[in-house]
């Protein structure tokens, strides 16, 4: 009977990784390479902080969902989210001129 039970919850922890869910795993791969090109890029021009900024946020939001759903790490999810919505907020109020 524990055998049954064993396997049930094995089954519903294995659900939650799909084929979506490794895309937002590439998707965070593809983010990470692209926020330390444009990392590079700022170091030589400052003018492109707003590239970064976006870059950065959008991949934090991207570790985020990821340590949720994956990893089920919920300290790093609330840090990573955070940090994540406060750059795009300020990059976006930057923009506003506010």
């Known amino acids: 009977m524990s055998k049954?039970?064993?396997?049930?919850?094995?089954?519903k922890s294995a659900s939650i990784i799909n084929r979506f869910n490794i895309l937002f795993v590439d998707f965070q791969i593809v983010m990470t390479i692209l926020?330390?090109?444009v990392f590079v890029l700022?170091?030589?021009n400052t003018r492109l902080f707003n590239y970064l900024q976006l870059s950065l946020g959008v991949t934090l939001l991207v570790m985020?969902?990821?340590?949720?759903?994956i990893y089920?790490?919920?300290?790093?999810?609330?840090l990573y989210g955070i940090i994540g919505f406060m750059l795009?907020?300020?990059l976006f109020l930057g923009l506003l001129g506010v």
Request: charged letters at 20%; proline letters at 0%.
């Open 88 to 90: 795009l907020i300020f």
């Open 42 to 44: 700022f170091i030589f």
């Open 4 to 11: 049954n039970n064993d396997k049930k919850e094995s089954n």
């Open 35 to 37: 926020t330390l090109i």
């Open 64 to 69: 985020a969902y990821n340590n949720q759903i």
């Open 72 to 78: 089920k790490r919920v300290g790093a999810t609330i």
